[in-house]
């Protein structure tokens, strides 16, 4: 991996709303015309102590990449990358049907015929 750093001087404003339970970081660079980086959005981890020092760690997005083994009416099994059978099923309480029986029958179904 071959790394970068750029150093960019400026003011950074940090907005807190403790009711609302959220932070807002913006940087203002001293020189905005000068292009010094490229633009990025990306999620991670931010770390700001009491001294004002702010990081920023960014967190590779992880892709689901299962393999859909079969469809029953309420989800899916699949198989997941790590070797797993993973059986995903979704019933919402306004539908009115019997949640227990649904999700066995649904279940039984998914496995019907899958021998491993």
């Known amino acids: 991996m071959k790394l970068k750093s ?3 001087s400026g003011e950074a404003v940090f907005t807190s709303d403790r009711e609302k339970k959220q932070e807002y970081v913006q940087f203002l660079p001293d020189d ?3 292009i010094r980086v490229e633009g990025w959005r990306h999620e991670g981890m931010a770390q700001m102590l009491r001294n004002g020092t702010f990081d920023f760690i960014s967190r ?3 892709r689901a990449r299962s393999v859909l083994l079969k469809k029953v009416a309420h989800g899916r099994l699949s198989a997941t990358r790590d070797g797993a059978i993973q059986l995903t099923l979704k019933i919402f309480k306004s539908e009115g049907i019997a949640m227990r ?3 066995l029958r649904e279940a ?4 019907d015929g899958f021998n491993q």
Do not use: D, H, M
């Open 60 to 62: 590779p997005r992880i």
């Open 108 to 111: 039984l179904e998914a496995l």
């Open 32 to 34: 905005p015309e000068t």
């Open 101 to 103: 029986q649904t999700f």
């Open 6 to 8: 750029v150093f960019v």
